[in-house]
């Protein structure tokens, strides 16, 4: 099943022969709990170090973890997102490795038996072709301490120790394994922007890379077009934004696309994006061959999901980010990426439903929403939702427009006024006037008025320098106070100027 | 299964464990009869046993999202082998690993 119809996915041209790029991407991602896995410790970004920690998470002889029901049920959600398939039995393994910030020197992990199995990614890219990304599996396993290669006074060359912080160990985590379904730099970004979305939308995690809790590794080869077999892969870690996912994809496909080139073989290996350098290197493995000689772990129970548990948690999936994305753009006909925005700024969907409801012209309505509404959102820090513009008094103002009854300059006006004062748009509209002068006579007189006071314009247009028009055009609706219509004003203009007729 | 099956420098390296040629040899004998006595299991009727990964007749042992009280930071670093500041002090890392 080649799952990605993908129009970004241009074959390269490597010695004459055309190339496709196979991608699959290992996603770990933070799941927003109180607390850790196993333990009662709290599960916070940014504490003071080893403030977080007890003898469950350190790893201490005789602790005993107990799992997080909390965690198990985000991850199952996240999986029914996808239409993933939830076993009626999962086990959790012990994965064996030495590493200092890893203090029972395993990792509880999931190997043969994980909670979610299956499921499809669909996302749509911003050349709005449609693409999806299968889900080999989502399992869940717990986060290990954060080291940093500094010492305190501030060295990272030379220094021979490294320094553990073990807040972060034990926190829940879960990975998200796609198969190599993806085929090109954009559709890895729009795969991961779905998974984002869906995990914000269901309160799986707040997904913020910069703080760690998303942590992407894509492995990536490149074979000829046609070929069922994979190319050697190499394994890209270290982005730290979906842009340095996008570049670390474009330099690493033009590296291996060099090597093969010029005749080279692709090393499997594991590389580090380098930000500034723009480029991946090669990381030394803290072992060569891993044999991890995972183990079911004796501490812990099997997790087993009855029928009903499992309809419980897919009933509580309601307004999926995808489901909105797709209804946005098919039914309302808005563009990918004012679907895209809308989804994504908190809140925002909601009050875009609300007011098309109510309006039913959904391409006017996220024009103010995405507009003068985000606008407004930013400058004053208060989202549209909770403005005193609701979404009746923007439906007011959409039918306002529509109905030529304001010009688009009113419209703008009243949004900004109604954000922060309230009241009926249409109340203010009728006390103040501001209906928009569509009756030529009115219009006549204020153009005679402006060509009157303006006696160098009107020669300079004469001369030719036609520019002035929005000059005038302007006067026309100052004097108004805004409520001429600008179409007719202009039209009104050019025919007391002479050459209406055009 | 025989002494001789079992890798003890694999298994050495995989713990970490700088053994002797002698000790090889002597935990390559240990071990070997240590799996011999297991493998007194494979003589068991076991067809009608379905396969498990748990001896423990239990489900779901689970606790609420509830936070509980962390050790004092003191009392977590008293029992590290070396400390700087609030952080424990381990032998430089290489390399990352997920």
Known sequence: MSATLDAAAAPIAIGGVAYEVVMGIECHVELKTETKMFCGCRNVFGAEPNTNVCPVCLGMPGALPVPNRLAIELLVKAGLAFGSEIPAYSKFDRKNYFYPDMPKDYQISQFDMPLTQGGVVPFWLPDGTHGSCRLTRIHLEEDTGKSSHASRDGRIAGSTHSLVDFNRAGVPLMECVSEPDIRSAPAAVAYLEALKRTFVALGVSDVKMEEGSLRCDVNLSLRPVGQEEYGTKTEIKNMNSFNSVRRAIESEMARQAEILENGGRIVQETRGWDEAAGTTHSMRSKEQAHDYRYFPDPDLTPIEFAPLDVTRLRESLVGLPQARIDRFVSDDKLSIAQAHQIVDTPGLADYYDAATALTEKPQATANFVLGDLSRLANETGVPAGESRLGVESLAEIVALVEAKTINSKTAKDLIARVWSDGGSPREIVAAEGLGQVSDSGAIDTLVAAVLAANEKSVADYRAGKTKVMGFLVGQVMKQSRGTANPTLAEERLRAALGDGAE | ?98
């Not at chain 2, 935990?27 to 990964?53: N, S, W």
């Not at chain 2, 489900?59 to 509830?66: I, W």
């Not at chain 2, 930071?73 to 690993?97: K, M, N, Q, S």
Request: zero cysteines; glycine letters at 8%; a negative charge.
């Open chain 2, 1 to 98: 299964m025989a002494s001789g099956d079992i890798d003890v420098a694999y298994v050495a390296k995989l713990a970490r464990l700088a053994l002797t040629p002698a000790e090889v040899e002597r935990f390559g004998a240990q071990l070997g009869a240590l799996l011999e006595h297991v493998d007194r299991l494979a003589a068991l009727p076991v067809a009608d046993v379905g396969a498990t990964a748990q001896v423990i007749a239990q489900s779901n042992v689970m606790r609420d999202d509830v936070v509980r009280p962390s050790l004092d930071r003191e009392t977590v670093l008293g029992g590290a082998p070396e400390r700087d500041g609030a952080y424990f002090r381990v032998p430089r890392i290489i390399g990352e690993d997920a």
